[in-house]
Structures are given as structure tokens and as C-alpha cells.
């Protein structure tokens, strides 16, 4: 299993456990995932994090158990395996920003059982470190098609869908509001 880091901070030589900044809602049980954690993501959905890191952004993707008029409705006829997100405004930053990806060992981590989201409540030194550039083309690179709105909040009825969609850092989209658990089930 191969877990990553993304920053726009590429020299960190250890991570710390620390709380979110912006705590949000959790499911009953998961108040401690708001608490000092090191995160990590998957392989799979690292799509998620291919973004500058206050970049707002509505990812989405089909599931075994997704209804074909939602997939027509949001994804249209994309042969790509997830689309995202952006608003306007973000593009020029989302073109000119480097993305740091630090590998993780996985020893310390365990599985939060979201959207391939792992957590660490040690320190963790990172294996590698790569920079990225040019984020549109490395989502296109690993299968997600780019979609740029005026506004993401016009979005926010994807939830009510039979899609898998994950919002990240909507607080700072035009007009979204106060945070909240933006990620629906299931989680495949």
C-alpha cells in the first residue's frame, strides 16, 4: 500500500501530529479524527489532493452503485474515471501552483474508513518528497477531467446523488457557507 502526503510545503522532514484548523462535523465516534493527527491519503484517491491546498473543489465518480441518469446528469459522456470541480477564479493558481507529494510509510497509520483517508497519531518521517507542476495536466494524467464553474454552490444537489462526491476546502468557494461533512456513501 502506497500512502502520500500532498503539500504546498516541500520541506518538511518530519510531520507532527496536530488538530485541523477548521474542526467540522464528524459521525458520532469520530470527534477524535478533529484532534492532532498526521494524514494521509491512498493511491486511489489521491485525486483528491492534486489541487493547491486551499483550493476549493467538488470531486466525483462513479460507484458500483451509481444509477446511469446520475451518471449522465453530472458526468455527461467523459470516458475520464472521476471529473472535478473548480471554481473561475482558482484556475490561474491551480495552473502555476507546485504540489509537494510525500511518500508515507504506512507503519503508523490506520484506516479512517473515508475515502481512502489514513491517520497517524505519531510523528512520521516522509520516504520521498516529488514536486508537482502543472496540476490540469496531472489530473489528466490519472483519469479526471477538469471542469471549471463560475460558482461550485449551484454543485451542492451531487450529494442527493447516486455519485460518490468529496468536497474539499468549500469554505473557501463564493457563497458555500460554514463547513461541513461534505463526502457521501458509499465509499468505493
Known sequence: MRLWHFSDDGEIDVFEPRPVIVPVERRVGQAWLNGPLVWAIDDVHSILYLFPRECPRIVVWPTS???????????????????????????????????????????????????????????????????????????????????????????????????????????????WGKPGWTHSEPWD
Open 65 to 175: 452503485n451509481s444509477l446511469e441518469a446520475d451518471k449522465r446528469a453530472w458526468l455527461g459522456n467523459t470516458a475520464a474515471r472521476a471529473v472535478a470541480f473548480v471554481e473561475r477564479s482558482w484556475i490561474e493558481q491551480l495552473s502555476k501552483a507546485t504540489v509537494y507529494r510525500y511518500g508515507m510509510p504506512p507503519q503508523t497509520f490506520e484506516d479512517t474508513g473515508d475515502v481512502g483517508m489514513w491517520v497517524s497519531r505519531s510523528s512520521v518521517a516522509p520516504s520521498s518528497i516529488n514536486p508537482l507542476t502543472d496540476l490540469p495536466a496531472r489530473l489528466e494524467e490519472v483519469g479526471v477531467e477538469l471542469r471549471v464553474r463560475d460558482s461550485l454552490t449551484p454543485l451542492r444537489s451531487v450529494w442527493n446523488s447516486s455519485l460518490h462526491a468529496s468536497g474539499i476546502r468549500l469554505r473557501n468557494a463564493a457563497g
